[in-house]
């Protein structure tokens, strides 16, 4: 059968933007006009982790805004998404031509293909959950692993497909990789799925197994046999050169575990060839928070790794807290450069991994950047890394403070734009910062900060670059980070924000400008924007993929603001027992707490909604004259809600947002949290709580005058 129309076009694409030079003479508006847009098949969309979709024709700084831009779509999924959402255009699909796919993967391995374009319905055009309940054959879950941390919360319930997928659209497959448990047993498949239907491939799935040579933890007889349980797939896939490569780390240092790297033929699934960072040693993970390694032209690997055994510079083979080029060969990689930091043992000692974010290949030169917990910035030569030397890293391209020791998560974003070319990042409970690019170095202190910073906590921000090339006025930096608190053990509330990528002091949007219409949800922590065809996809923890973009492509699903109004009085019904929000017994005692009581239209179930300046809500009930208050600004799920004297503090402000069902959700300004039933019963005196919010129906609300 020959290729569609979409094939073809997809392959031109490719070939021109491998070549600039061509560019320069095609506009890419005419590149991509015969078609329905590019393609983002990996995670931060390409090879050498760059974050940057330069084939954007829609989105620039004169409609990004909150007159013009914000949610259009919400689709439910079955779990949180960690992996970033794929994206694949012109698909015949269910009888369908020139479809526009959006991939998303769950922690519950589940894959859903929805519609990118046209959001009138919430159907997916395929779903498969690659469990198998009625074998006994679930997802891992955080309870199964991490004992080392004690109960371990880096993740909150399943813990199955995590790294991000990765497509080949030549032969139209997607790869990933499962985590699942069967009683005791556990067991990582790697799929090999048709991204037109959900199927298997030949071949497909294959349990991961295999064994390396190593005296290192967990060895028996100087063998080291692959852990499914304490090996955590975290970093995304990679599809190169014929082979899916795939990497591991550890939950929280629980062993026995190694960094490890390894290749499968994307066509076998069999095993060909394998890197174990920490040979005989302990530890030393590939993790990058989520990013994949990245690849050159010739095939060759990049990774960072984190805390583990380092002998290197001593003649050992084992690489812990280093940034590693490595040779595929036929059954084993070759490495062919390294580096490690001086300080390393240093940053053992205070569990900063130098791995906590992936290698940025530099384009058109020959550089890579990486920095990790420790919050600098190193700078390599990709065929001279360095090695190692004991007094400093005067050995390297580059080295340079970023973060004064605060965490770099994930992966930088680099674009080469209308005025020079530029790295941004944004480290932990620090502003985000461009560094301009000469071509060699990068030129100190820091070209530009934003005027904002992230809450104090984890992670800080995850970044994305959209642009028409160079093209002056559509350069947008993407960001996601946690609106509050820490999101490293916790589930919090997230915020998507658009900068100019030219200015990032110039914020152009954010999804709390009208959080009544364009609320994200819950943060998806590590997971980056992707950006395509004047969409932008937003993985959640909420259960749900959100879709932002221009409001007149909305297909209708776009949600009014502010379905409350200034001095109205009402009375809010839980959608769940259709009980009313009431203050006992009409008391106006300071601390007590809100309850849910038969509805009867006494003033202790009224309250009056009073605006304030950032166009939220305080919520004064007409008996008692006090105010909702969250407890002592309360960021715990759980806390329950009173009354207070009104303050006009962040704890006592709401936001209110509607839902397609005509209820509203009522959360918190300064917690992030959801307003809620605190159970499932339906009997008079139940309190209201706040809880992290979910597309749930104890979190919504029915609006009455």
């Not at 200034?566 to 929000?581: H, I, P, R």
Request: net charge negative; glycine share 10%.
């Amino acid at each position: 059968m020959k290729p569609s129309i979409g094939v073809y076009m997809r392959r031109l694409r490719a070939c021109l933007l491998s070549r600039p030079s061509l560019i320069t003479f095609l506009s890419l508006s005419a590149v991509f006009s015969a078609a329905h847009g590019p393609s983002v098949l990996m995670q931060h969309n390409d090879r050498s982790r760059t974050g940057a979709m330069l084939q954007e024709l829609k989105l620039n700084h004169s409609n990004v805004n909150a007159q013009s831009f914000g949610k259009i779509a919400t689709y439910p999924v079955d779990d949180q998404i960690y992996a970033q959402p794929l994206i694949v255009p012109d698909q015949v699909i269910n009888g369908r031509e020139e479809v526009n796919v959006v991939y998303v993967a769950t922690v519950n391995n589940s894959i859903y293909a929805f519609d990118a374009q046209d959001f009138s319905k919430k159907e997916p055009l395929w779903h498969r959950n690659y469990n198998d309940p009625a074998q006994g054959i679930v997802a891992v879950r955080n309870t199964d692993v991490g004992q080392n941390c004690g109960e371990y919360k880096d993740f909150s319930g399943n813990i199955g497909i995590v790294g991000s997928p990765v497509i080949d659209d030549e032969s139209d497959t997607m790869w990933f990789v499962t985590r699942t448990r069967q009683g005791n047993k556990y067991v990582q498949n790697l799929h090999a799925v048709d991204i037109k239907t959900g199927d298997e491939r030949a071949n497909s799935p294959r349990a991961i197994e295999f064994e390396m040579s190593g005296t290192g933890s967990g060895s028996v007889n100087g063998k080291i046999p692959f852990n499914p349980r304490t090996q955590n797939q975290r970093p995304a896939l990679l599809f190169s050169k014929g082979s899916i490569y795939i990497g591991w780390a550890s939950h929280c240092d629980t062993g026995p575990y190694h960094g490890i790297l390894a290749g499968f033929d994307a066509k076998t699934l069999e095993v060909q060839r394998i890197f174990n960072a920490t040979p005989s040693g302990e530890e030393g993970g590939i993790w990058m928070a989520g990013q994949g390694p990245s690849a050159d032209v010739d095939g060759n690997l990049y990774i960072i790794t984190g805390n583990g055994t380092f002998d290197a510079h001593k003649g050992g083979m084992n690489y812990g807290q280093a940034i590693l080029k490595l040779v595929p060969e036929e059954k084993s990689f070759r490495v062919a450069s390294w580096f490690t930091p001086y300080n390393y043992d240093y940053l053992n000692s205070i569990d900063a991994d130098l791995g906590a974010s992936g290698a940025l290949l530099i384009p058109d030169t020959n550089l890579v950047l990486g920095g990790g917990k420790g919050g600098t910035f190193y700078l390599v030569d990709r065929d001279n890394m360095g090695g190692f030397n004991e007094r400093d890293d005067s050995q390297i391209v580059q080295s340079f403070d970023v973060a004064q020791t605060r965490h770099i998560h994930g992966s930088p974003a680099y674009w080469n734009g209308t005025n020079g070319q530029f790295v941004y990042v944004w480290a932990e409970f620090k502003h985000l910062r461009a560094y301009k690019f000469n071509g060699q170095t990068f030129d100190l202190p820091h070209y530009a900060e934003s005027t904002m910073a992230t809450p104090d906590g984890m992670p800080g921000g995850m970044l994305s670059i959209s642009a028409n090339g160079m093209k002056a006025g559509t350069g947008i930096l993407w960001a996601s980070h946690p609106a509050s608190g820490d999101a490293n053990q916790a589930v919090r509330p997230g915020v998507l924000r658009a900068f100019d990528a030219t200015d990032i002091t110039r914020e152009l949007w954010n999804s709390n400008q009208n959080m009544a219409r364009d609320d994200i949800g819950n943060f998806a922590k590590f997971s980056s924007p992707t950006i395509a065809n004047g969409k932008v996809y937003a993985a959640t923890f909420s259960n749900q993929l959100v879709v932002y973009g221009l409001l007149e492509e909305g297909e209708g699903t776009t949600v009014p603001a502010d379905p409350i109004f200034d001095g109205t009085v009402y009375s809010f019904l839980s959608a769940q027992s259709s009980s009313c929000m009431d203050v006992p017994a009409s008391t106006s005692d300071n601390g007590a707490q809100i309850q849910q009581w038969t509805c009867n239209g006494t003033d202790a179930q009224k309250f009056m909604a009073l605006k304030q300046a950032d166009g939220s809500f305080s919520l004064r009930n007409l008996s008692s004259r006090k105010c909702f208050d969250i407890p002592a600004n309360s960021l715990d799920s759980g806390a329950i809600l009173q009354q207070w004297d009104c303050l006009n503090s962040g704890n006592q402000s709401f936001r209110f947002a509607r839902n397609l069902d005509g209820s509203v959700t009522i959360r918190g300004v300064a917690s992030g949290l959801c307003l809620a039933l605190q159970s499932s019963e339906s009997n008079d005196g139940i309190k209201i709580v706040q809880k992290n919010c979910a597309d749930a129906v104890d979190q919504k609300w029915i609006i009455k005058q």
